[in-house]
């Protein structure tokens, strides 16, 4: 009996789930289809976007894909779906068409236009409530990323005619919120100061009323997590975090910046190795071989690691390999990195086109002669990665993404290249203050000058002895090539009346060029025409009243640059030489002119870096001419530290008139041992030795002994600026020259 009733229970559900399922699937013929509501979209178009026939059946699955299609049209708010003796019945309710956008509260124009790109409503479109609350998130995200933390967003809808409506925003900005202060936290390793160098964003001063990077941004602050993280990695802090940022509300409008540092443990480069394809010849890359030996047991650096990929694609490359990867396999063992660089060959295919997508403003000629691979090539990965870092090194973009796609043949590809353009204007201005006087500079830069990728430079630098104004136009892919084109115009005007007895007034104009001849190598060549002026002081020597007058010069020019610095900026380690010689070509004094300059940059240990230069300039006239005045050659003041600039050496009477020759040598190293825990300072200790001699018309005025000095510096961060203290101690000296034991400057750039 047990059993039946448990028989009988089973078969009552299977009948009851076959009716639902019948149900289910029960299809109904449509004869005729009915759409009401409708205003502005036609029927024709309902009807086409439900895909729905005459004479086809139509299950309740049906009517629900119906429904989720015409929802997913983006142009009704409400809609039913029934069917009824045969007939599909669908009523819909249109969204309203917006009409007009309007926004209240933003004065800057170009910060309006910026904030409509990023709006997905727009006139003409239809209203969606969903999309309308998207896009205040968008808004409010927008004007935090531009420092406008404390705005308000409040939107108002307007009813018009004809099922039409306006968006109304208004738009609180208020105060942009400061970075008052910003801090590092955990274990960081190194000071404060330094770090802060290396980040965009900086602290909020009264005088950098020019500088945006002083309002929280959160795109900045992003970016900035990055080029911390770069900088632990150069220093081979292999396994670094940087775990956090935030802001700290300090009052209304302002913020501490936080970053949260775990350095973790510094590791040292182990073994090192390359794995080539059978048929690569392993002799071709010997030389970076070798290169590996030196950097055994010597701190991990992702740039070093860089270098080596760029020297091996260079090789490879060269040698003509078409379908290859370059890839980087690391593996820690112990406290050192085990490296191997292996490079791969690839199914060969071509490229069949590249599509530039995105430059509103750059020309795509600009972004083209970036790309080292061209349609119909073979394709490189070494040459695709490196077209995409030179596109972004131009520093036109906030963005540069590629996709490859298969293209119409079988073996090729389609590259398509993606780029979001940002503003590349810049105004700068910088003021100091010190011992060797006040100066004052300005200037306005655009670095992307109708998009054809030209860099306009106008400045103005004014201190105690001279006013310069320069105006420069540059082209860096003149014609399409890899050669700079320079274009300049400048006036200056020198008053040394009361140190060297003369005044000068100077007005030329240059063209020059200059590219990379060899890794790491330019040569540059450039020629500069001027017209001086040249006024003497009525108690000068009368071998210098004769060089009173008006003088025109033109000079060819030629430039030598090997550079191996690890980096332009707070270079750690490397070396430049640069040697730089002027010819005269038409020239009233015909006189030729060389320098020549070293440094050497060397880490020792954390948080050090030692710096040791020598400096050679000469000045002489191929006539035997006296050389003008204002060509005479004078010490730099950062290159001997303990004596006043400009009142070194030759001395015709009361004034010093300089040389035809100056050389020095400088070493400095800085100390953090001391007031290790003390932040934004830093001591340094120097010693230098330099000399200034050879008067043409006089050699008796000749005062040839090598003056030296050592001293220590202090580099502090204070509130109203970089303030430099140095305290030095002559060593060697003349009677003649004027010493100076302490200096100090105070100014910033902004």
Same mark, same amino acid.
């Given at each position: 009996m047990t059993m039946f009733k448990s028989i009988y229970k089973i078969n009552f559900f299977l009948i009851i789930f076959f009716f639902i399922f019948i149900h289910t699937l029960r299809a109904e013929i449509v004869k005729e289809i009915n759409i009401k509501g409708n205003q502005r979209i036609s029927t024709e178009t309902i009807n086409m976007f439900t895909g729905v026939s005459i004479n086809e059946d139509l299950s309740e699955n049906d009517l629900n894909k119906i429904l989720k299609k015409l929802y997913q049209t983006n142009f009704f708010d409400l809609v039913s779906v029934k069917i009824l003796n045969q007939v599909l019945f669908i009523?819909?309710?249109?969204?309203?068409? @917006?009409?007009? @956008?309007?926004?209240?509260?933003?004065?800057?124009?170009?910060?309006?236009?910026?904030?409509?790109?990023?709006? /997905?409503?727009?006139?003409?479109?239809?209203?969606?409530? /969903?999309l309308l609350d998207k896009d205040k998130k968008k808004i409010k995200s927008f004007l935090k990323n531009r420092g406008y933390y404390f705005s308000k967003v409040e939107i108002s809808i307007q009813e018009l005619q004809d099922n039409k409506i306006d968006i109304n925003y208004n738009i609180s900005l208020g105060e942009k919120a400061r970075i008052k202060k910003i801090s590092f936290i955990g274990e960081k390793i190194f000071k404060d100061k330094k770090l802060k160098g290396i980040i965009l964003s900086e602290e909020y001063k009264s005088w950098k009323f020019l500088s945006g990077k002083k309002y929280l941004n959160e795109e900045v602050i992003n970016y900035d997590k990055r080029l911390l993280k770069n900088f632990y990695l150069n220093k081979g802090y292999y396994n670094v975090k940087v775990n956090s940022s935030y802001a700290k509300v300090i009052n209304d409008q302002s913020f501490e910046l936080i970053f949260n540092i775990d350095a973790n443990s510094k590791l040292f480069f182990g073994d090192l190795k390359i794995d080539l394809p059978d048929d690569f010849s392993k002799s071709n890359y010997e030389k970076v071989e070798k290169f590996f030996k030196k950097l055994e047991n010597e701190p991990y650096s992702i740039n070093r690691i860089e270098d080596i990929v760029e020297k091996i694609e260079t090789i490879t490359i060269d040698e003509q390999y078409e379908s290859i990867k370059a890839s980087v396999n690391e593996k820690v063992v112990s406290n050192k990195i085990n490296i191997n660089f292996k490079i791969e060959e690839m199914e060969k295919f071509f490229i069949e086109r590249i599509n530039i997508f995105g430059n509103n403003i750059t020309r795509e000629s600009v972004i083209r002669n970036q790309i080292e691979i061209d349609e119909g090539d073979p394709f490189n990965e070494i040459l695709y990665a490196k077209s995409l870092n030179n596109i972004k090194a131009?520093?036109?973009?906030?963005?540069?993404?590629?996709?490859?796609? =298969?293209?119409?043949? $079988?073996?090729?590809?389609?590259? =398509?290249?993606? /780029?979001?353009?940002?503003?590349?204007?810049?105004? $700068?201005?910088?003021?100091?203050? +010190?011992?060797d006087g006040s100066n004052f500079s300005f200037g306005v830069k655009e670095n992307n000058y109708l998009g054809r990728g030209v860099k306009i430079d106008s400045n103005l630098n004014v201190s105690d002895e001279r006013i310069k104004g320069k105006f420069l136009v540059s082209n860096p892919n003149y014609k399409n090539s890899d050669k700079n084109l320079d274009l300049s115009l400048e006036a200056t005007s020198i008053d040394r009346l009361a140190t060297s007895g003369y005044k000068s007034n100077v007005t030329g104009f240059g063209i020059g060029t200059n590219f990379e001849y060899l890794d790491d190598f330019r040569f540059g060549l450039a020629t500069r025409n001027s017209i001086e002026k040249i006024s003497v002081d009525s108690s000068a020597s009368s071998r210098q009243k004769k060089q009173e007058g008006n003088y025109f010069d033109s000079y060819l020019g030629l430039d030598f640059l090997y550079d191996k610095r690890n980096q332009n900026y707070q270079t750690t380690s490397g070396f430049y030489s640069n040697y730089n010689i002027n010819l005269p070509v038409v020239s009233d004094t015909n006189t030729l002119t060389n320098v020549y300059n070293y440094k050497v940059f060397k880490e020792l240990y954390e948080n050090n870096v030692s710096t040791f230069s020598f400096l050679f300039k000469s000045a002489s006239s191929l006539t035997n001419d006296d050389i003008k005045l204002s060509e005479r050659l004078y010490i730099p003041g950062k290159k001997l530290r303990g004596f006043e600039s400009g009142k070194i050496g030759p001395k015709d009477g009361s004034d010093y008139?300089? +040389?035809?020759?100056?050389?020095?040598?400088?070493?400095?190293?800085?100390?953090p041992m001391i007031l290790e825990n003390v932040q934004n300072v830093d001591i340094v200790m120097f010693a230098d030795a330099a000399n200034v001699w050879?008067? =043409?018309?006089?050699?008796?005025?000749?005062?040839?002994? @090598?003056?030296?000095?050592?001293?220590?510096?202090?580099?502090?961060?204070?509130?109203?600026?970089?303030?430099? $203290?140095? $305290?030095?101690?002559p060593i060697t000296k003349e009677p003649s020259d004027i010493e100076e034991s302490f200096r100090f400057n105070i100014g910033t750039s902004f």
């Open positions: 009523n819909v309710k249109e969204y309203p068409i @917006i009409q007009n @956008i309007n926004y209240e509260g933003i004065k800057s124009s170009k910060l309006l236009e910026e904030l409509k790109k990023n709006i /997905i409503l727009k006139p003409r479109s239809s209203f969606n409530e /969903i131009l520093n036109f973009f906030e963005e540069v993404n590629a996709n490859i796609l =298969d293209g119409n043949q $079988f073996n090729t590809k389609i590259i =398509d290249i993606e /780029i979001t353009e940002k503003p590349t204007g810049e105004i $700068f201005a910088g003021v100091g203050t +010190g011992t008139i300089g +040389g035809n020759y100056v050389s020095s040598i400088n070493a400095t190293t800085t100390i050879g008067v =043409d018309y006089d050699s008796s005025l000749d005062k040839s002994g @090598i003056r030296s000095s050592i001293g220590i510096g202090i580099d502090w961060l204070t509130v109203v600026g970089p303030l430099t $203290f140095s $305290f030095a101690q």
